[in-house]
Structures are given as C-alpha cells and as structure tokens.
C-alpha cells in the first residue's frame, strides 16, 4: 500500500470545477488517477482539509448568510474527501518544520517581506509530515523541491536543544 500526502493545490484543483486551466485539469488528472488506484491511500492533514474547505468553498460561492446552506455547503465538502486518511500534526513535525523554515530563509536569503509567511509555514509543515510518516507526496508547488531537498541534506531533530512538551510550564492566572 502506498501512501500519499495531498498538498492542496492539488486538492483544490481536482475538486473545484471553476478552476479549469492547464494546470489545474493536469491536476485533477493525477488526483484522479491515485485516487483510483487501489494501492493508494490518500492522506492529508487538518491543516490540508481546514485549506480545503476554505479554499474550495469559497470557490464555489460558500457563504454564511444562511446558516443552514453554509452547513450544507461544508458537509458536501467533507464528503468529497471523506476517503482522505488524516494523520495528526505532533511536536516533532511541527519542530523540524520550523527549523526547515529558518534554514530555508538562510539559504535563499529570503527576506520577511518577500516571503508569504503564513503560506510557506504550513508547506514545511506539510513536508516535515510527510517524511516523517513515510508518506509520498504530490505537490506541484515550485518550492517543495527546494524544501524535499534540504530535508535531505538536515534531518529532523538534529538540534540539540529540542523543545519538548515536558520543559513546558502552566501559568494560572491570579
């Protein structure tokens, strides 16, 4: 069985029938084709289903004037990629992602404001996942190549001084 990480560009792609460009029905070609392979299994994460249903229903016209459309609407989404497995986000993916981000930045000197922070962090995210569940994945987003690569060369958790859930502290509030 393999397993394969969906970024969602590809997702969107495959499920969005306003988005029908060359690139997009080049997508939608590959989702379809593993997803229909019996050997595969299609696994995202919550962050990769929370960019989906934002993404791909705005797409589609989803609003919240009516509650009960709105609820509709994001059901019909979730049944799209119902056959998603969803694997969760832990501390050492979410560790390695950071330290991919920094080293990332050095390396191509990318400045703060030419970078799209908010995009880029979760595609280390999505990266560090992958490799460190043993999953294929399926992107054709430009920079995944450049992050793949340098995760070859820094595997995770190579810092010594690693967080972890034990050094944290509880503050009550007084």
């Not at 249903?53 to 119902?82: F, S, Y």
């Not at 430009?142 to 992050?147: L, T, V």
Request: net charge negative; charged share 30%.
């Amino acid at each position: 069985m393999r397993k394969v990480f969906f970024d969602n560009n590809m997702l969107s792609s495959a499920f969005n029938p306003k988005k029908d460009d060359a690139t997009d029905r080049r997508r939608r070609e590959i989702v379809k084709a593993l997803l229909s392979d019996p050997e595969v299994l299609p696994v995202i994460t919550p962050l990769v289903r929370f960019e989906f249903l934002c993404g791909c229903g705005e797409g589609r016209g989803v609003c919240c004037e009516l509650p009960n459309e709105l609820e509709t609407a994001l059901a019909k989404l979730e049944d799209e990629i119902a056959v998603f497995d969803e694997i969760l986000v832990r501390e050492k993916e979410v560790r390695w992602a950071a330290e991919l981000f920094y080293l990332y930045k050095d390396r191509y000197q990318i400045k703060d404001e030419k970078i799209n922070r908010y995009k880029r962090a979760f595609d280390f995210l999505y990266c560090a996942c992958a490799d460190i569940n043993n999953l294929e994945t399926v992107s054709d987003d430009g920079h995944i190549k450049n992050i793949q690569e340098l995760m070859q060369e820094h595997p995770p958790n190579r810092f010594k001084a690693a967080m972890t859930c034990q050094n944290a502290q509880t503050f009550k509030p007084s």
